[in-house]
């Protein structure tokens, strides 16, 4: 048996059942090639494939994970719940006292509404954002992901600030012409945009710290645009810390970098690895969502008591320990080795980092937006991803991917993963 047979056996028994054999795209390996490893368990920092094969997890679920898989006091508050029946329809306590850790810990949000998915939490602000302004249009960034919402997978038209089209068959050209795509970090764009249009405008959706284009830090001066635009022409700012949220401080990118939007869209570590996600913002505004409000919005899973029993877990153990400042120690170790090895082989390479989210760019120049993040050598991207899962390091399956260091990721596992690097980064080097 090859290291590997058991999940290629999988992959092909589940193409014949699943579309692509996955149930999300990227896990497919697409851009990497080959052929997914398909997982049995996960413990501590560690995924386990079914050939029998340990990994360090660089992925932590595309992010969830910051305290690693399995861990005690989220599992011992699953089991609770589930002793206790695994679904209502009806409200809990459990629903209120995430909510309280949720607004303690996010400056922004004064209520919040929980749902099951980044997608839900996304497509669900962008409605409300239309109903508390009366208005249709919305701006998102090129490269910058929230979900698989109909009027956010769009591209930018043939002029910066024309209408958007569809970057999947299914999407309207009516819905996509609703949105404007302009580039991360663009602020001459953003001017121009609200310029000519700023009076259509209901909300500005951006990811305040990217990930979904590989990790891309916002300039200042592209924030305090953000800021001021909307406010001048009564839009909303909406950030999407479904990934950043209690991932780079407790209170998302938002407390790391002190700012201010009217809505925010919260999930994947507020479930602690179970299926929850939340939009919130000024008491305001989230009291016109229904049934306060007018603005419909419902989920028969919503607010389920295992997802809330994993979130509070979760919180509650974030705001005890405050990993932050560790996390960051030992993500510029990581940044600092993996930098060093890159210059030991002569590889071009950027490194973007915030906290413990980062992502290694085979490029020379900076990467600021998607324009100079697709400047990376992808196909030495791909050699180097299947060298490091060769060396037991399993780093998302794609260039554009942030990968997410856990609070178990500690100074010898750094060290193994810079130890794989410097090995993997010769053998990438050539096709
Ligand atoms: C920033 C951001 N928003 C929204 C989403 C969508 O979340 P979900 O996959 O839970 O629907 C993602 C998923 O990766 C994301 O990274």
């Known amino acids: 048996m090859t290291p590997r047979s058991r999940s290629s056996a999988a992959f092909a028994h589940a193409k014949k059942l699943i579309p692509g054999g996955v149930n999300s795209p990227a896990r497919a390996f697409g851009a990497v090639g080959g052929e997914p490893l398909f997982i049995s368990y996960a413990e501590g920092p560690y995924l386990h494939d079914i050939d029998g094969n340990r990994l360090i997890d660089m992925i932590g679920s595309w992010g969830p994970m910051i305290l690693g898989h399995s861990q005690p006091n989220i599992r011992a508050a699953i089991i609770r719940a589930l002793e206790r029946g ?20 996010v400056p922004s949000i004064e209520m919040v509404r929980f749902v099951s998915s980044g997608t839900e939490a996304a497509m669900s602000a962008i409605r409300l954002a239309r109903g508390a302004t009366g208005r249709d249009r919305i701006v998102k960034f090129a490269g910058c992901y929230h979900g698989h919402v109909d009027s956010l997978l769009v591209a930018a038209g043939s002029a910066a600030t024309t209408l958007g089209v569809p970057t999947s068959p299914g999407i309207t ?6 949105t404007i795509v302009l580039p991360f970090n663009g602020c001459q764009e953003l001017e121009e945009a609200f310029r000519s249009q700023g009076d259509t405008i209901a909300c500005v959706m951006v990811e305040p710290v990217a990930g979904n284009m590989g990790l891309v830090m916002p300039t200042p001066e592209f924030r305090r645009l953000l800021r001021e635009l909307t406010r001048k022409h009564g839009a909303l700012l909406v950030y999407d810390e479904v990934m950043t949220g209690f991932r780079l401080a407790l209170g998302g990118a938002q407390e790391m970098l002190g700012d201010a939007p009217d809505m925010t869209a919260l999930g994947k570590i507020l479930g602690g690895g179970l299926p929850v996600a939340a939009y919130g913002g000024s008491r ?3 009291t016109k969502v229904m049934p306060s409000g007018p603005v419909y919005q419902a989920g028969t899973l919503s607010g389920n008591p295992l997802a809330m029993a994993a979130g509070i877990a979760t919180l509650e153990e974030l705001k005890r320990t405050n990993p932050y400042p560790r996390l960051d120690v030992l993500g510029r170790r990581l940044e600092d080795g993996l930098r060093a090895a890159c210059a030991r082989h002569g ?3 950027t490194i973007n980092r915030a906290g413990s989210m980062w992502t290694l760019f085979f ?3 900076p990467v600021t937006d998607y324009e100079s993040a697709k400047k990376a050598d992808t196909a030495r991207f791909g050699r180097f991803f299947w060298e490091m899962i060769n060396r037991g390091v399993y780093l998302p399956c794609s260039q554009f991917e942030a990968a997410f260091n856990s609070v178990l990721h500690d100074e010898a596992i750094i060290d193994r993963i810079i130890a794989a690097a410097d090995e993997a980064l010769v053998y990438s080097a050539s096709a």
């Not at 679904?87 to 303690?104: F, H, K, N, Q």
């Not at 050209?173 to 609703?178: C, I």
């Open 86 to 105: 695994t679904s209502y329809g009806a409200p809990t306590e459990a629903e209120s006292r995430l909510a309280e850790l949720v607004i303690d810990a």
């Open 173 to 178: 050209k009516a819905t996509a012409a609703d």
């Open 284 to 286: 305001e505004i989230m």
């Open 347 to 349: 590889v071009p390479a």
């Open 363 to 365: 490029t020379p120049d």
